[in-house]
């Protein structure tokens, strides 16, 4: 209850009109007593192409005195060569992540009643990724020498840290400790990445010593993928590295009924910081200002950061009133973005 202050950062492309839906719902859903006060951030790509500015210091200072972010999309259409890849993405959106320490990027994949999964029999699908948010190959640590030439050398070195992969194993296991079937599955590449992978191994066997409860299970992340198209139903709680856990969650929502319906927080379990909430997707270029975005992505975003914030019976108004507009949703039938965010929006208003 009281004020909550939220950071809102549209960004580009759908962005904009995918975190319109999820705040008109968010202002819906407030609580008895709870306000949101929203503060809008212009941040991304017009502001870089217009100033060269991508996440100034004094804006993160500012955005650090909030209780919450809310994100829409950051970057601009692969190719695009008056916006170099990796501005936004590793400027913006990784500076966020990284300088919030949000070490918890929780990707849940559930395939909701009603909703048609590309999978002939796929089965409960309920499932949720904790991809590791600070570490992996998304540091920064690498280089490139004699660029442009035949001798050119890139390298991304991946980053693997046992404070953090224990603390994100650790978060993992107490959520597999809190879901009925009680499994947690460490997907790697303990055969080839060896040094990574041998961390990630011990410390998933350590901290499971705490969780005596709860089933480890290990998949290597080619044969995650033919389990996620076979029997996705057999996961419950997937701990994984940064880029692994990117990739294997595109494919969680493809199968669970498409990305226009994958939520995620970027989350700091200790509370030292905001935690940051945004759908999957990106800004995707291809069908920005058209109003033909599926805001169910954001808005089912907003409700983990309801739950976060302390709320979770107004969380879970939220996704029931997506629930009921997925099932009654006409196959063939299509919506303008504002027009899902006012049904779900009427829904949670009662
Ligand atoms: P994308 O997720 O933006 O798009 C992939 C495909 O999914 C496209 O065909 C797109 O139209 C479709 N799609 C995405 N969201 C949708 C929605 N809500 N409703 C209906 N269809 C939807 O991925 P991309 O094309 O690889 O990336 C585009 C840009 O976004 C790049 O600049 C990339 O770096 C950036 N990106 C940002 C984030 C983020 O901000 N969190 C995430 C992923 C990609
Ligand atoms: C995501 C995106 C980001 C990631 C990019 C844009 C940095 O793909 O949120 O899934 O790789 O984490
Ligand atoms: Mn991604």
């Known amino acids: 209850t009281g004020t909550v202050k939220l950071a809102v950062v549209p960004g580009d492309g759908i962005g904009p009109e995918v975190t319109a839906e999820a705040l008109k719902v968010l202002e819906a859903a407030a609580p008895t007593g ?3 006060e929203p503060t809008r951030y212009d941040l991304g790509a017009e502001r870089y192409l217009a100033t060269g500015e991508v996440l100034p210091d004094s804006v993160l200072e500012e955005v650090r005195g909030h209780d919450a972010i809310l994100l829409g999309a950051v970057g601009g259409k692969p190719g695009d060569p008056s916006l170099p ?12 992540r990284f300088e919030l320490d949000h ?3 929780l990707r849940p994949s559930r ?42 050398v890139a390298t991304e070195v991946s980053v693997n840290t046992a404070y953090g992969v224990e603390r994100v194993v650790r978060d993992a296991f107490a959520r ?40 480890v299970d290990y998949v290597h992340v080619d044969a995650a993928m033919i389990f996620l198209v076979t029997d996705p139903a057999r ?53 920005a200002g058209q109003q033909v975005a599926d805001p169910t992505a954001a808005i089912l975003s907003a409700a983990l950061l309801l739950d976060h914030l302390g709320h979770p019976e107004a969380a879970a108004r939220v996704e029931a009133a997506v629930l009921a507009d997925l099932a009654a949703r ?16 009427a829904r949670v208003t009662g």
Request: charged fraction near 20%; glycine fraction near 12%; hydrophobic fraction near 40%.
């Open 85 to 96: 890849p990796g501005i936004l993405e590793r400027g913006l959106l990784l500076r966020l």
């Open 34 to 36: 709870a306000r949101f």
């Open 176 to 215: 597999a400790q809190r879901r009925p079937r009680k499994k947690l599955t460490l997907v790697h590449k303990t055969n080839v990445l060896v040094h990574a992978g041998a961390v990630w191994w011990r410390l998933v066997q350590e901290v499971a010593q705490e969780f005596p409860e709860v089933t």
């Open 103 to 105: 070490y918890v990027n």
């Open 111 to 152: 395939l909701f009643p009603g909703v048609t999964s590309p999978l002939a029999d796929p089965g409960e699908v309920d499932f949720v990724v904790v991809r590791e948010g600070t570490e992996g190959p998304y540091t920064g640590n690498g280089g490139a020498l004699r660029v442009g030439t035949p001798a050119e």
């Open 235 to 287: 996961f419950d709680v997937v701990v994984t590295d940064n880029l692994f856990g990117d990739i294997v969650t595109d494919l969680a929502a493809a199968v669970t009924g498409g990305i226009g319906l994958a939520a995620s927080g970027n989350v700091n379990p200790d509370r030292t910081t905001p935690s940051m909430f945004e759908p999957v997707h990106g800004s995707a270029p291809d069908i």
């Open 330 to 345: 006409t196959p063939g039938a299509t919506r303008r973005t504002s027009e899902v965010g006012d049904a779900v929006a």
